[in-house]
C-alpha cells in the first residue's frame, strides 16, 4: 500500500531587490530566496484539502513584506526572519527551510558619477573575433554580461501611446541592462604596429562603466549611445561598435495590501520578457568589415 513519504512546498526563485537610499549614496541588496514548508500536509496530498495550506503566493508576498519592513541586514538574517515567521505563525508548518543566493554589486566609481551606480560583480566575459583575407586583419574585440544598474537618474516619458498601452510613465525609475558590445579597430595591416589590446579591453569597458553612470537618462536607447559614443570619442583605435543592451526591468512592488508603503525600495526584478535595445556607433569614413556575424 502506498505510503506518503517526506514531502515539503513552497515558493521558489523570489526575486527581490531592496534599495536603501543614503541621500545621494545608494545602497543595493538582490536576492533571489526559495520557500519550503513541510509539517501537517498529509491531507492536502491525500484528499485534496487545503485547510493547512499557506498559498505560496502568500510566501513571496512575506518576502517583499520583510525586505521593506526590517530591511535586509545579510542573507542569514533575513532568512532567519523569514523561516522563525513562517514556523511560529501557522500550526501546521514545523519546518521552515529558506535557500537565498545574493548577487553582488560593486559600485561604479568614477569622477564624475553619483553613488548611485553599480556594475555586477564578476560576471562578464570577454570575447574575441578575428578575421584574415590573406590580406587584411580584422580583430572585433568585447564583452558580454556585464549587467550594470543605476538606481536613480533615469526617466521614461513621452513616449507614444495605443489602444494596448498600460504602462504608465516615470520620472525616476530603476534603469538595468546587461551589456554585450563588441569593437573593431582600424588595424589590419602586419606592416603596422598591432595595438595593446589588454590596454585597449580595459580602457574601452570603463569608457562603458563610466558613460552609463554618469549619463542622466531619459531612455535606454540614450544610454546607449552615449557609451558607444564615449568609447568612439575617447579611443582612437576604435573605429566601430556595437552594443545589445537588453532591459532588465525591475518593478516596484504593491505593499499596499499589507498597509507598507513602497517608496521605491523594493522591486521585483523580472527577467522577461524584456525590451531590447541595439545598435551601432561608429567614427566617421570608417572601412568596410571583411567578416559578417
Given at each position: 500500500?502506498?505510503?506518503?513519504?517526506?514531502?515539503?512546498?513552497?515558493?521558489?526563485?523570489?526575486?527581490?531587490?531592496?534599495?536603501?537610499?543614503?541621500?545621494a549614496v545608494h545602497h543595493i541588496r538582490d536576492l533571489n530566496v526559495s520557500?519550503?514548508?513541510?509539517?501537517?500536509?498529509?491531507?492536502?496530498?491525500?484528499?485534496?484539502?487545503?485547510?493547512?495550506?499557506?498559498?505560496?503566493?502568500?510566501?513571496?508576498?512575506?518576502?517583499?513584506?520583510?525586505?521593506?519592513?526590517?530591511?535586509?541586514?545579510?542573507?542569514?538574517?533575513?532568512?532567519?526572519?523569514?523561516?522563525?515567521?513562517?514556523?511560529?505563525?501557522?500550526?501546521?508548518?514545523?519546518?521552515?527551510?529558506?535557500?537565498?543566493?545574493?548577487?553582488?554589486?560593486?559600485?561604479?566609481?568614477?569622477?564624475?558619477?553619483?553613488?548611485?551606480?553599480?556594475?555586477?560583480?564578476?560576471?562578464?566575459?570577454?570575447?574575441?573575433?578575428?578575421?584574415?583575407?590573406?590580406?587584411?586583419?580584422?580583430?572585433?574585440?568585447?564583452?558580454?554580461?556585464?549587467?550594470?544598474?543605476?538606481?536613480?537618474?533615469?526617466?521614461?516619458?513621452?513616449?507614444?501611446?495605443?489602444?494596448?498601452?498600460?504602462?504608465?510613465?516615470?520620472?525616476?525609475?530603476?534603469?538595468?541592462?546587461?551589456?554585450?558590445?563588441?569593437?573593431?579597430?582600424?588595424?589590419?595591416?602586419?606592416?603596422?604596429?598591432?595595438?595593446?589590446?589588454?590596454?585597449?579591453?580595459?580602457?574601452?569597458?570603463?569608457?562603458?562603466?563610466?558613460?552609463?553612470?554618469?549619463?542622466?537618462?531619459?531612455?535606454?536607447?540614450?544610454?546607449?549611445?552615449?557609451?558607444?559614443?564615449?568609447?568612439?570619442?575617447?579611443?582612437?583605435?576604435?573605429?566601430?561598435?556595437?552594443?545589445?543592451?537588453?532591459?532588465?526591468?525591475?518593478?516596484?512592488?504593491?505593499?499596499?495590501?499589507?498597509?507598507?508603503?513602497?517608496?521605491?525600495?523594493?522591486?521585483?526584478?523580472?527577467?522577461?520578457?524584456?525590451?531590447?535595445?541595439?545598435a551601432t556607433v561608429l567614427r566617421d569614413g570608417v572601412r568596410p568589415r571583411?567578416?559578417?556575424?
Amino acid at each position: 500500500m502506498p505510503t506518503l513519504g517526506q514531502n515539503q512546498y513552497g515558493k521558489a526563485e523570489t526575486r527581490v531587490v531592496r534599495i536603501v537610499r543614503d541621500g545621494a549614496v545608494h545602497h543595493i541588496r538582490d536576492l533571489n530566496v526559495s520557500v519550503a514548508l513541510s509539517g501537517d500536509m498529509d491531507e492536502v496530498h491525500l484528499s485534496g484539502s487545503n485547510a493547512n495550506v499557506l498559498p505560496t503566493d502568500t510566501a513571496k508576498n512575506t518576502v517583499y513584506a520583510f525586505a521593506k519592513e526590517g530591511g535586509i541586514a545579510s542573507p542569514e538574517e533575513f532568512g532567519i526572519r523569514l523561516a522563525r515567521h513562517f514556523v511560529t505563525g501557522q500550526e501546521a508548518i514545523r519546518t521552515a527551510r529558506v535557500r537565498i543566493e545574493e548577487y553582488g554589486w560593486e559600485r561604479i566609481e568614477t569622477a564624475g558619477a553619483a553613488r548611485h551606480s553599480f556594475v555586477r560583480s564578476g560576471q562578464e566575459t570577454r570575447t574575441a573575433q578575428v578575421a584574415f583575407d590573406g590580406e587584411r586583419w580584422e580583430v572585433i574585440s568585447g564583452l558580454m554580461d556585464l549587467t550594470v544598474l543605476n538606481s536613480t537618474d533615469s526617466e521614461f516619458h513621452g513616449f507614444v501611446k495605443d489602444e494596448y498601452t498600460t504602462l504608465p510613465e516615470t520620472r525616476d525609475r530603476v534603469l538595468a541592462t546587461e551589456v554585450h558590445a563588441r569593437w573593431r579597430c582600424g588595424w589590419c595591416d602586419d606592416r603596422e604596429p598591432a595595438p595593446d589590446w589588454e590596454r585597449i579591453y580595459a580602457d574601452a569597458r570603463g569608457d562603458l562603466l563610466a558613460a552609463f553612470a554618469e549619463t542622466y537618462s531619459l531612455s535606454l536607447q540614450q544610454t546607449l549611445y552615449e557609451m558607444g559614443a564615449r568609447v568612439i570619442d575617447n579611443r582612437p583605435a576604435i573605429d566601430e561598435i556595437r552594443l545589445s543592451l537588453p532591459n532588465k526591468h525591475h518593478f516596484l512592488v504593491d505593499l499596499t495590501p499589507f498597509g507598507l508603503k513602497n517608496d521605491n525600495e523594493v522591486y521585483f526584478a523580472a527577467d522577461r520578457p524584456y525590451g531590447l535595445i541595439e545598435a551601432t556607433v561608429l567614427r566617421d569614413g570608417v572601412r568596410p568589415r571583411i567578416a559578417t556575424d
